[in-house]
């Protein structure tokens, strides 16, 4: 998968680990990306797009919101 969000630019992030005896080693945060197709123009799109952009998208009525309705 892409390293970015494609709608947000959200990509990875460093720090560090620290231990109990506060040693510290690098480490890397990764955002949790996820492949999501999307209308745009009548023409469907697959993007690349962060989850805090899928629940932003679900919010404005920009993808379906996936819940089951009760019948």
């Not at 999307?38 to 919101?65: E, F, H, Y």
Request: net charge positive.
């Amino acid at each position: 998968m892409a390293s970015k969000c494609e709608i947000t630019g959200k990509g990875k992030q460093f720090g560090n680990n620290v231990s109990f005896s506060l040693r510290r080693t690098k480490r890397v945060f990764k955002p949790n990306l996820q492949k999501k197709t999307v209308i745009v123009d009548g023409q469907a799109v697959k993007l690349t797009v962060s989850t805090q952009a899928i629940r932003t998208l679900k919010k404005k009525g920009l993808l379906p919101s996936g819940k089951k309705q009760a019948a």
